[in-house]
């Protein structure tokens, strides 16, 4: 392997792996919903006014909550449609659904890519002990991907308001310049192994 091909694993590696950051409990006191993320979000004074709505940004992510009342539509088939409809939206493209595994919750999901090219994630977590079902839609840059897993999966329910264990440390948010970085990189292998299949 040459330095060329070196210097890019090295790049992808590290911003695959990211740096451990401080993570914080962020609790919507309200319902008893509390979930693990970076810390340094901030809580706009707006949402206090909205009380079954929160949201906590930061620099290069923006979490928005909105709870809603289980009622006879809600079920796998509904909330998969309202998913889809929701992306459609945002205009949101090269979507895919799919499931998470949120302890107390079912979890269904659908990300993609917005119009500006940053990435979104939306879903419907509904409790299996109470009549909450929360939307969560998540704003980031692609290299946050696990960060937003990592974050989705520690929600939680109940007076206790400990977000569910996860495995891994919570990674830094990746900043714009580091996606820039590495959407580069991504486009330079892409060429390179184009040029190879063309070689005589």
């Not at 595994?101 to 509904?126: H, N, Q, S, W």
Request: glycine share 6%; with cysteine.
């Amino acid at each position: 392997m040459n330095f060329k091909h070196t210097r890019w694993a090295l790049v992808m590696l590290i911003m695959a792996m990211g740096l451990t950051l401080n993570a914080k409990v962020y609790t919507w006191d309200k319902f008893g919903i509390a979930f693990e993320a970076p810390d340094g979000g901030r809580v706009p004074f707006s949402f206090f006014q909205d009380p079954n709505s929160a949201e906590v940004d930061w620099d290069e992510m923006v979490i928005t909550l909105q709870r809603y009342i289980k009622n006879e539509n809600t079920n796998k088939k509904n909330l998969n449609e309202r998913l889809k409809s929701r992306a459609l939206g945002y205009n949101m493209y090269d979507t895919k659904t799919g499931e998470l595994k949120v302890k107390g919750f079912k979890c269904y999901t659908i990300e993609g890519t917005m119009p500006d090219g940053t990435r979104c994630i939306i879903a419907y977590l509904v409790s299996e002990k109470t009549s909450t079902v929360l939307e969560v839609v998540v704003n980031y840059l692609l290299g946050n991907r696990e960060v937003v897993e990592d974050m989705l999966k520690s929600f939680s329910e109940g007076n206790n308001q400990k977000p569910n264990e996860r495995e891994k440390p919570k990674q830094k948010i990746q900043k714009k310049e580091d996606a820039d970085k590495q959407e580069q990189e991504i486009k330079k292998e892409k060429r390179r192994k184009n040029e190879k299949v063309y070689e005589c």
